[in-house]
């Protein structure tokens, strides 16, 4: 089966620092969307990347997409409180499939 | 829209016990999935389903079975329940394939076991 690799597993910011997480596959992807966990919430969807070196942004969020569609990245710019919680990528195969959910990054943001 | 929803909230098994985990969704989608989250950990696909009378394994298939007999409802069925499966269960629902990609997915707030 597909295996998606996300790292780092952990990471804590002082808030206003930058954070980013990497999400790489062995394989070509066809697509890879991104989600935020909050603690004790559920995933919530936040985007889709699609094209070969797609680049999207979201307020203080951007999101890569590789040129070779075997890697991503989320970025996040000057981190707040608010940004606390576990971040996954879910990847899609060029195959017909299921998704493959990252393992994960958790963020921890102190005040 | 109630969107996806999950009962019950919370429930503590004994070893050997069998229980059925309810998820349904009211955004007529085709594609709906089972996941389990361990503590800290990420989310492990158990089953899904693509379709009404439509199932497939995920990648940690052992112990559970699914049905899908209508488009709304993909219940999740633990039989003989055993510790390792003490977990926080998400049920997600997606309209399924748009074109080559994969539209987003929608998760129910979850269901917490506990199996003593």
């Known amino acids: 089966g597909q295996q998606v690799m996300q790292i780092p597993q952990y990471q804590h910011v002082q808030e206003g620092e930058d954070f980013t997480t990497y999400c790489n596959s062995s394989?070509?992807?066809?697509?890879i969307q991104w989600y935020k966990q909050r603690p004790g919430g559920h995933p919530v969807f936040l985007i889709q990347?699609?094209?070969?070196?797609e680049v999207k942004k979201q307020k203080r969020l951007t999101f890569q997409f590789g040129e070779a569609k075997k890697n991503s990245s989320l970025h996040i710019t000057a981190t707040q409180t608010t940004d606390v919680g576990t971040y996954f990528c879910?990847?899609?195969?060029?195959?017909?499939?299921?998704?493959?959910f990252g393992q994960g990054t958790i963020l921890t943001v102190h005040p | 829209n109630a969107g996806v929803t999950q009962t019950p909230k919370f429930r503590i098994l004994k070893i050997g016990q069998s229980m059925t985990l309810q998820c349904a969704q009211d955004?007529?989608?085709?594609?709906m999935y089972w996941y389990r989250q361990d503590p800290g950990m990420g989310l492990k696909l158990i089953y899904y389903?693509?379709?009404?009378?439509?199932?497939d394994k995920g990648e940690v298939p052992n112990g559970y079975n699914v049905s899908r007999s209508t488009t709304e409802d993909f219940p999740l069925r633990l039989e003989l329940a055993a510790p390792s499966q003490t977990s926080v269960y998400f049920c997600?629902?997606?309209?399924?394939?748009?074109?080559?990609?994969?539209?987003?997915?929608?998760f129910g707030p979850g269901t917490r076991l506990t199996v003593l």
């Open positions: 389903s693509v379709g009404a009378g439509i199932t």
């Open positions: 394989t070509t992807l066809s697509n």
């Open positions: 990347l699609v094209k070969s070196g």
């Open positions: 955004m007529n989608h085709n594609y």
């Open positions: 997600a629902s997606s309209p399924g394939l748009a074109g080559f990609s994969y539209n987003e997915q929608f």
């Open positions: 879910n990847a899609g195969g060029t195959s017909y499939g299921k998704l493959t």
